[in-house]
């Protein structure tokens, strides 16, 4: 199911991406992709919405079944989900099928620069 994948900062995007992807497969060239979402509506999803075994590793199959059945359904544009890493904080799933996904917006393309110290375990 086509998405992108989004956080609401910088941090907790490359947060987010370091749990979901092996060192081995982390390519030198990323970019931060700044994107400016229209007054739309958002299907905002809290703790009680989500599959009771969010924390459990590997991520159960549940979770992406929701996602999956929300984006769809083609009802929102864009699913506000909380982080499992920062419960205060929010992931956004922009959906590029939904007819109102032509008013995205971006705004900045800009490099990054992977440090490999994020994903590294220190064994001192």
Do not use: Q, W
Request: hydrophobic residues 40%; neutral net charge.
């Amino acid at each position: 199911m086509p998405c992108v994948y989004s956080s609401e900062s910088r941090a907790l995007s490359v947060l987010e991406f370091t749990v979901n992807v092996d060192l081995y497969f982390i390519s030198g060239s990323l970019s931060i992709v700044t994107v400016m979402i229209p007054d739309i509506d958002i299907l905002e999803s809290g703790i009680k919405d989500l599959p009771v075994k969010l924390r459990e590793i590997p991520s159960p199959m549940e979770t992406k079944d929701f996602g999956t059945a929300s984006l769809k359904s083609l009802s929102y544009p864009v699913l506000k989900i909380l982080s499992v890493l920062i419960p205060d904080e929010h992931n956004y799933i922009l959906n590029p099928l939904h007819k109102d996904s032509k008013n995205f917006k971006v705004i900045s393309v800009k490099n990054f620069d992977y440090n490999e110290r994020i994903k590294v375990t220190n064994k001192n």
